[in-house]
């Protein structure tokens, strides 16, 4: 199936309250621009400078998502044109959006990354480490971000029932900070959870972001 028809029939199967992150890392401009052609808007990457160079080249009503995680030497390059940073996982990295979403004059919409896998390589902070950061008066501080959710990624495993533990554990953690956004003075409305291996199930566990790549482009030539 060509890209295009991938892309569809996701469309036709995701319910209407799902945003579809078309995760394009590592895929060629003419992939991108087939997706775009079929109306995807959306395209998510995990490395600042290939999502930069994609951005020169690609038309600019694309939205894009930095998925991957972010060093913050790297936050600059983004900041003029990035619409949402998947992956904050420190108090540190939202210091040097703010900064850097300053100097571009915009306000950056940002994901706390919250670790819920039992694999040591996933990054992340636990729901303690959210409360402390929402809660500081430093985050209330910063004028040039929006935290605007959560993102998580299950265990890559076969066991589906340990991956609908993890997606559960995260939603329940975000409807818990729901009814408490008057205390952090913020509005959480996306629940990034899910890729091409485990977005049904994600979806079931009240995911409303998906993020996939192989699905719609193929699988990836490494």
């Not at 030497?73 to 850097?100: C, R, T």
Request: charge should be neutral.
């Amino acid at each position: 199936m060509t890209i295009s028809e991938n892309l569809n029939k996701l469309k036709n199967e995701l319910p209407k309250n799902i945003t579809l992150v078309a995760v394009s890392k590592t895929r060629p401009i003419t992939d991108l621009m087939e997706a775009y052609n079929a109306g995807q808007r959306i395209f998510g990457e995990n490395k600042v400078q290939e999502m930069e160079s994609k951005w020169q080249e690609m038309p600019k009503d694309v939205e894009w998502h930095m998925i991957g995680h972010v060093q913050r030497n790297k936050v600059k390059y983004m900041a003029p044109f990035v619409s949402l940073i998947h992956a904050v996982d420190s108090l540190k990295l939202l210091k040097e959006i703010n900064k850097e979403a300053r100097k571009n004059e915009r306000v950056i919409q940002c994901l706390l990354q919250i670790k819920i896998a039992k694999e040591d390589s996933k990054f992340g902070m636990d729901e303690e480490d959210a409360v402390n950061l929402l809660s500081s008066e430093v985050y209330k501080n910063l004028k040039n971000i929006e935290v605007v959710g959560f993102m998580g990624m299950a265990t890559f495993t076969e066991d589906e029932e340990q991956i609908s533990k993890e997606f559960q554990k995260l939603k329940n953690i975000f409807d818990e900070f729901k009814t408490r956004s008057n205390d952090f003075g913020t509005e959480l409305r996306v629940l990034s959870m899910g890729m091409s291996g485990d977005f049904r199930l994600a979806i079931d566990h009240g995911s409303n972001m998906v993020r996939i790549g192989s699905a719609i482009f193929g699988e990836r030539n490494y």
